[in-house]
C-alpha cells in the first residue's frame, strides 16, 4: 500500500528558516539534494539504507533540517555521555543498549505509544561494515505498533538523500523484503561492496 504525500507543517519561526536555508546550502554547496516527502501519519518506523559511512550521518542530517522534518534517530547509549550526549538529544537522539536488543524494541515501542508524533530513523544493518542479513527490530517494531514504514535512502550515485515511499507492512516478511528490494535496488552507497544483503536473520537459509 503507498500512501499519498502529506503537506508539512510550518516552519515560520526564524531560526527554523535559517537552519533550514543553511542545510539546504551546504548540500547544494557538496552537490547533494534533498527529496523528502513527509510521513502520511503522525508516527512511523523509517530504515535508512545503505549506510557504509560515517558521511552518512552528515549528509543525512542536513536534509533532516533542510526538510524540516523532525526525524529521531537511535544511537548507542555510550554516545551519549558528556560532553556530547546532551547534544545528540537536541538533535533527536535516542540512546539504546545495542546488548539488550529485546530491551530495545520493548523501549522503541513504548515510544511510539507514548509520543503524539514520532519518526523513527533506524538503520537496520547496524554497521557500516558488510553484513549477510538486516536486523529484525524495525519489522517487529512496526508490525506491532501498525505504524508504516518509510525507505530513506544515500545515493551517492546521484548524491540524493530521499524518502519518497512509504509501506504498510502485511506481516507477509518475504513478500514485505521484496518490496523493499526493489526500492532499493538502484541506491549505492559510499562503499558499495560493504551494503548489507535485505533480508532478515531468520530468513537467510530460505
Known sequence: MRHPRPAPPRTDSPSSTIAIRVARALLAAAGWRADIRWPPVPRCVIVVYPHTSNWDFVVGYLARLASALPVTFVGKHTLFRWPFGGLLRRMG??????????????????????????????????????????????????LAT?????????????????????????????????????????????????????????????
Request: glycine share 10%.
Open 93 to 142: 537522539g535516542i540512546p539504546v543498549n545495542r546488548a539488550d536488543p529485546t530491551g530495545i524494541i520493548e523501549l522503541l515501542e513504548g515510544e511510539l505509544a507514548r509520543r503524539e508524533r514520532l519518526f523513527l530513523a533506524i538503520a537496520p544493518e547496524g554497521t557500516r561494515s558488510y553484513t549477510d542479513h538486516w536486523k529484525s527490530g524495525f519489522y517487529r517494531i512496526a
Open 146 to 206: 501498525g505504524v508504516p514504514v518509510g525507505l530513506a535512502f544515500i545515493d551517492y550515485r546521484s548524491r540524493t538523500v530521499g524518502l519518497t515511499e512509504y509501506l504498510t507492512l502485511t506481516g507477509d516478511e518475504e513478500a514485505d523484503l521484496a518490496r523493499i528490494r526493489a526500492s532499493y535496488a538502484d541506491k549505492v552507497g559510499k562503499h558499495p561492496e560493504q551494503a548489507g544483503e535485505i533480508r532478515l536473520r531468520a530468513t537467510r537459509s530460505r
